[in-house]
C-alpha cells in the first residue's frame, strides 16, 4: 500500500470513528469506489492505535481522574469502606459496565453481523437509520439525571449494535445517553471514554491474528508512519468538533450527512 493509501485509511479511520457517520460504512465505501482494502492487518493496527492515542489526547483531563478516583476506591474497599461517593469511581465502573455488552457480541457475533449486513446496500440503508437517531436527538430536553449503571448498560448495548457497518458507535452511544436525558457534555465524553476498550480490543485482535506469522509488524515503514499519524491528528479533530456540536445541542446536523451519503448509497447500489 502507498504512503497516499495509508494516509487516506489514516484519515477515514481518524474522523469517521468519532464523528456520527459509520466508520464502518465509510470503510464499505473505501474498498468499493477506492479499492482500499482493509485486510491490511499493519495498517488496521496502527490506525487504531492513533486513533487511541487521539481519544487519549482530548480526553485526558477526564481520564486522569478517573484513573486516580479508581485507585483511591480500591484503597476505599481494602479499607471496607464504600467508593461509591467518589464521582471518578463511578465513571470508570460505568466504563466497565458499558463495554460488556460490545464484547460479547463481538466474541460471539462480529463476523456473522459483518458478513450478513456488511454489503454497501444494507449498509446504506443502515447509515440512513443512523441519521433518523441522530435527528430524534433535536427533540430532547437538556438534563442532567443521574444515569447510574443501568444507563451505562443501555449506552453499552447501543455501542454493542454499532457492529452493524453503517451505525454509528459514537452516535448512536451519544444518542442514547440524551434520550436517558444525560446532560450533554458528559454523554459525549462518555462515549469517548467507551470508546477505549473497544479501539484497544480491535487492535489487540489484529495484533493476534499476527502471532505465528512471518515478518510480524513493520511499525517503521513510511506507509504505516503516515497512517498512524493522519489517524491521530484527524481523530483528535473530530473529537473536538463532536464535543463542540454535543455541547451546543447540535448533533442532529450529522443527520443530513447520514440520509445524503445513505440515499446515495441506496441509490446507487440498489
Not at 468519532?18 to 482494502?37: D, K, N, Q, T
Not at 455488552?101 to 437509520?129: D, I
Not at 445541542?249 to 450527512?257: D, K, N
Amino acid at each position: 500500500m502507498s504512503v497516499f493509501e495509508a494516509a487516506v485509511v489514516g484519515v477515514i479511520q481518524g474522523l469517521t470513528e468519532f464523528l456520527p457517520v459509520s466508520s464502518s460504512a465509510h470503510i464499505v465505501y473505501a474498498e468499493h469506489f477506492l479499492g482500499i482494502r482493509e485486510g491490511n492487518v499493519d495498517l488496521a493496527i496502527v490506525v487504531h492505535l492513533g486513533t487511541l492515542v487521539a481519544v487519549f489526547a482530548a480526553m485526558g483531563y477526564r481520564i486522569a481522574p478517573i484513573i486516580r478516583g479508581t485507585i483511591a476506591g480500591v484503597a476505599d474497599l481494602t479499607a471496607r469502606r464504600s467508593p461509591w461517593a467518589r464521582e471518578e469511581f463511578r465513571w470508570a465502573t460505568y466504563i466497565i459496565v458499558g463495554t460488556i455488552p460490545a464484547a460479547l457480541l463481538g466474541v460471539l457475533f462480529e463476523h456473522p453481523l459483518k458478513e450478513t449486513f456488511g454489503n454497501p446496500l444494507q449498509t446504506s440503508v443502515l447509515l440512513m437509520g443512523t441519521g433518523i437517531i441522530l435527528f430524534a436527538t433535536r427533540f430532547v430536553v437538556q438534563n442532567d439525571r443521574n444515569w447510574g449503571l443501568f444507563g451505562a448498560l443501555a449506552v453499552g448495548f447501543a455501542q454493542a449494535l454499532a457492529i452493524l457497518p453503517g451505525i454509528s458507535r459514537s452516535g448512536s452511544t451519544i444518542s442514547v445517553g440524551l434520550f436517558l436525558k444525560i446532560e450533554r457534555e458528559k454523554a459525549a465524553e462518555f462515549s469517548f471514554l467507551l470508546s477505549i476498550p473497544v479501539i484497544l480490543g480491535g487492535a489487540l485482535i489484529h495484533i493476534a491474528g499476527m502471532v505465528g506469522q512471518q515478518g510480524g509488524l513493520a511499525l517503521l515503514s513510511t506507509p504505516l508512519i503516515a497512517g498512524f499519524c493522519t489517524s491521530a491528528i484527524s481523530g483528535y479533530a473530530a473529537v473536538r468538533i463532536l464535543l463542540s456540536f454535543v455541547r451546543n445541542g447540535a448533533l442532529h446536523w450529522f443527520a443530513l450527512y447520514c440520509w445524503i451519503v445513505g440515499a446515495a448509497g441506496t441509490w446507487y447500489f440498489a
